[in-house]
């Protein structure tokens, strides 16, 4: 008998960044049931992540409800899993879900990531460069303890080229797409008094900066500095060459952290994203389908400064609708 041909990691990506391709240039919307999903594909997403109640629930997506999205919608449909939960990404596989997110927002279940090669379907995981951890602070005003600490690579990042070298460690290790990693929670306006359209822009332009210049440094280097700069290094030098032929991440790379108005939206896109991750708080104001379909129009016409301002609302307060935002000065 003829040994069963093992199934090539390599080649095994490449199918899997197809499939993370496919969610790129658009939305994806955090969900937790089947309505809000049917909104977010009705109204032009490119796919969901499904999280537990209300977004902030600590532990994996139940897979019935899953299953249930996957009967509602034809999107791709992400699962959330604990970072180094294997078996929870080995469930959601079974439960037929189209990928899963390793979140840092739910209790770890291991010092170490996910076997995304092992993984039956596409990963979605964090770029985290070197940053504080959320202060716990900003959990206990939502009445929730923080969360543990998030998962390091195992190679050290160069200084130089830190975001870069996290990155590539993830694709490496098998990664299909990559997202930032959200700062804060969103702030909530029936909670905390607030105001909702408070994304952390700064931290995603600041990311995307950072990523843009370490590009360029890797550009001006010799092959043989190449060689030398991944010596130690969880990657090798073929990603390396292949960012500086592409001139960008080898997978899709989404904008994630609070983003519920379209001109954040086009914004992230306009900095170089090939997408974003919206608000969970996008489901809870009065009038959600009309938000997602700005924020989906406002990634494809990001560069139409007149077409957004047509598609811009008055946004109003999350919980309640308790008035209307004071409009943006341009």
């Known amino acids: 008998m003829s040994e069963k041909k093992k199934k090539d990691p390599a080649e095994q990506l490449i199918i899997k960044c197809r499939k993370g391709v496919g969610i790129s240039g658009g939305v994806i919307a955090i ?13 032009g997403a490119r796919g969901v992540i499904v999280a537990g109640a209300g977004g902030l629930s600590r532990r994996t997506t139940e897979p019935h409800a899953v299953q249930a999205i996957l009967e509602s919608v034809m999107l791709p449909v992400f699962a959330r899993v604990s970072i180094g939960h ?20 739910l209790d770890a279940a291991s010092a170490t990531n996910i076997d995304y090669h092992r993984a039956a379907i ?14 716990v602070g900003d959990f206990m005003m939502f009445g929730v303890p923080a969360p543990a600490v998030t998962a390091t690579p195992e ?3 160069s200084k130089d080229t830190a975001t870069l070298d996290v990155a590539l460690t993830k694709i490496h290790h098998g990664v299909a797409v990559l997202r930032t990693r959200a700062p804060q929670l969103p702030n909530m306006v029936g909670e905390t008094g607030g105001d909702e359209d408070t994304p952390n822009i700064t931290h995603l332009s600041a990311i995307m900066s950072d990523l843009k210049k370490e590009i360029k440094i890797v550009t001006a280097m010799t ?7 991944v010596e130690g290094k969880a990657y090798k030098v073929k990603l390396l060459n292949k960012v500086v032929k592409l001139q960008r991440l080898p997978v899709p790379f989404f904008a994630n952290g609070g983003i519920v108005h379209p001109l954040d939206a086009a914004m992230a896109m306009d900095l170089g994203y090939d997408g974003v ?10 009038n959600p389908e009309q938000r997602m379909r700005s924020l ?8 139409n400064p007149r077409f957004l301002s047509l598609i811009t609302e008055n946004h109003r307060a999350i919980r309640g609708g308790a008035g209307a935002v004071a409009p943006r000065r341009a």
């Open 31 to 43: 969900v937790d049931s089947a309505e809000k999903a049917i909104i977010a594909e009705r109204y």
């Open 86 to 105: 294997d078996i929870e990404a080995a469930v959601m596989a079974a439960a037929y879900a189209d990928g899963i997110d390793e979140s840092e927002m």
């Open 155 to 157: 190679a050290p990042a």
């Open 296 to 303: 989906v129009l406002a990634t494809i016409h990001y560069k």
């Open 223 to 229: 092959p043989e500095e190449r060689a030398a700069h």
């Open 122 to 135: 596409p990963a979605m995981s964090c770029v985290a460069p070197p940053a504080p951890p959320m202060a």
């Open 277 to 286: 991750v919206a608000s969970v708080n996008v489901f809870t104001a009065d």
